[in-house]
């Protein structure tokens, strides 16, 4: 099997994205494991599979596979580029894209300048729906680690997250704490771990340890929209938040409950590219 891609990248978050609008592809899982891979494949964080939309209000299928193979509900700086992916390529006319994911229908606008801004839809605080077992929704929840217990906040972006608040986001522990914490007893389907510094009202600072690629990532674009939920739960930001992240920054403006997180930021395109599979 000869598959064509197209390298793509954001904020150093990087994704290989095939295209299956027009003829369909088998993306196994041993064959996501091969394109991700850097050393024997393409090398990516993710890979994204556009798709004929199966509802009448979306214009694409968008879906999601993390490096180790598995499928996941969202990737906000997947959206991003594969918006511009399918305005650069000719798949779509219009600089607004509605995307089908499992979690449900994203809206994202391709700007001029090469931005995309993206609504990312309304965030889920109840437990049941992260998933997280505990009895009631909290503002934060206790997890017991080898380090003693940690508070963190829980969102789902249409993807579970954990959201820990830090004095010095350089010294968090980002490392020791991700991976216990993604795999967590009490998060049935893991979770990515977002470690929250906050400078301002307008301005955070974040890491994120990436459930599915084990490790840290430069940049998680649904991670920046469940921190600014977490941190304005907790009355420490305003509306409109500039989250610097390892690889950039990221705008992310959220008015608050029932009301969709909406995020701006770069999405560019590396290389075009073939491989066997």
Not at 72 to 83: E, F, I, P, S
Not at 243 to 255: Q, T, Y
Request: proline share 7%.
């Amino acid at each position: 099997m000869i598959l064509a891609f197209v390298k793509m990248q954001a904020l150093g978050n990087d994704f290989v994205v095939v295209d299956a609008t027009r003829a369909p592809v088998a993306l196994t899982a041993e064959r996501v494991r091969r394109l991700a891979d850097r050393r024997r494949g393409v090398g990516c964080d993710q890979v994204l599979l556009a798709e004929p939309p199966t509802r009448p209000d979306a214009d694409f299928r968008y879906r999601i596979f993390n490096a180790d193979g598995g499928e996941v509900g969202q990737c906000g700086n997947g959206a991003r580029c594969l918006a511009r992916y399918l305005r650069l390529h000719g798949r779509t006319g219009s600089d607004r894209v509605r995307l089908e994911t499992a979690g449900g229908i994203l809206t994202a606008e391709v700007e001029p300048d090469g931005t995309v801004t993206v609504d990312m839809g309304v965030p889920r605080l109840e437990p049941r729906e992260v998933p997280l077992d505990a009895p009631r929704r909290a503002a934060r929840y206790t997890f017991d680690t080898p380090r003693g217990p940690v508070e963190a906040a829980a969102v789902s972006m249409g993807n579970p997250h954990l959201v820990l608040r830090v004095a010095d986001v350089a010294r968090a522990p980002v490392a020791e704490l991700g991976p216990v914490l993604e795999r967590h007893p009490r998060l049935p389907e893991g979770a990515n771990v977002g470690f929250l510094e906050v400078v301002d009202r307008r301005r955070a600072r974040l890491r994120v340890h990436e459930r599915g690629v084990g490790a840290e990532t430069p940049a998680c674009g649904s991670g920046a929209c469940a921190a600014v939920v977490a941190g304005r739960l907790w009355g420490e930001l305003d509306e409109e938040v500039e989250v610097a992240l390892p690889g950039g920054s990221l705008v992310l403006k959220w008015s608050g409950e029932g009301e969709p997180v909406r995020m701006r930021g770069p999405a560019e395109e590396v290389y075009e590219g073939r491989i066997a599979l």
